[in-house]
Every structure is written in C-alpha cells, then in structure tokens.
C-alpha cells in the first residue's frame, strides 16, 4: 500500500502545504534529504490548538496537535517531493512541546506524530527522534515538528 493509499484508508486527505509565517522557506532539498522547517497544528488556516501542554492543553489534546502537525509536514513532504511513495526513509522527527512548568510527557505526546508516521510509511518507519519542552513557541502553538526524510 502507498502512502498516499495508506492515508486514504485512515481518512486522512491532506491539507495545502502550510505557507511560512516569517522569513524562510517551508522545505529544502539538498541532495536526496528533504528538510521541512517547523509545522504547528495548522487546520483550514488556524492554529487548532494553542497554549501549553500539561496546562493550557491536556497531554491527549497534544497528542493530537503532534498528530496534525506530522499531516502538515506531510503536505510538505508532497509539495517537495511529489509522490509519497518517494520517500525511502524517514530519517529524524525533531519535536518541541511548549510545556507548562513540571511537565514532562513530550515524548508521549510527541508519539501522536510518530505514531502516523509509521501508520503512512510502513516499512519506512523507522526514525530517530527529539522531544524537547521549551517554554514558549512561537504564535502559542503547543507542538512544532521538523521533518527530515531520504528520497529514493
């Protein structure tokens, strides 16, 4: 199954690739790695969630807003490299949760990306990964996701 198949079957259609919010450039090829820069959880135009997980945002809710965050880096992906199926390998998630003081479950919700991504690609699954707390994002976003993969 493709991923584009995959996504289907999940009820998933995915999104126009976000525009950047400031200056710089929403993916970058350089040889056969593409690099998205940072997704939020973007959905029909706005933020669908902000705040801070652990207390603004329950760690399920930010499971969810990694989730839509790995769609817009998928959209990213498609604007980049066309075709889904071209993608060889996802190579590195790099996660940042905008965590409330004391919370430490960012790889939990971090796993709301993590998880789709081995839904979509299968075989390509496999990935390193950061999850990080910081304590502020930009626009209040609760999670933002970079994207490194290997085209075939």
């Keep these: 199954m493709t991923p584009e198949e995959k996504l289907t079957e999940l009820g998933i259609e995915l999104p126009k690739a976000p525009a ?6 929403p993916w970058i090829r350089t040889g056969h790695v593409v690099m998205t820069s940072g997704q939020l959880p973007w959905k029909d135009g706005n933020l669908a969630y902000t705040g801070k997980v652990g207390s603004d945002v329950s760690e399920e809710d930010g499971y969810q807003a990694a989730r839509l965050c790995a769609i817009n880096a998928m959209a990213q992906l498609k604007a980049a490299v066309g075709d889904l199926s071209r993608i060889a390998q996802i190579v590195r998630l790099e996660g940042n949760v905008h965590s409330a003081p004391g919370f430490q479950g960012q790889p939990q919700v971090l796993n709301g990306a993590s998880d789709l991504f081995n839904e979509v ?3 390509r699954k496999g990935h390193t990964r950061t999850a990080l707390g910081i304590f502020e994002m930009p626009l209040n976003a609760p999670i933002q996701l970079s994207v490194f993969v290997e085209m075939e």
């Design 121 to 123: 690609f299968g075989d």
């Design 20 to 25: 950047a919010v400031a200056s710089y450039v």
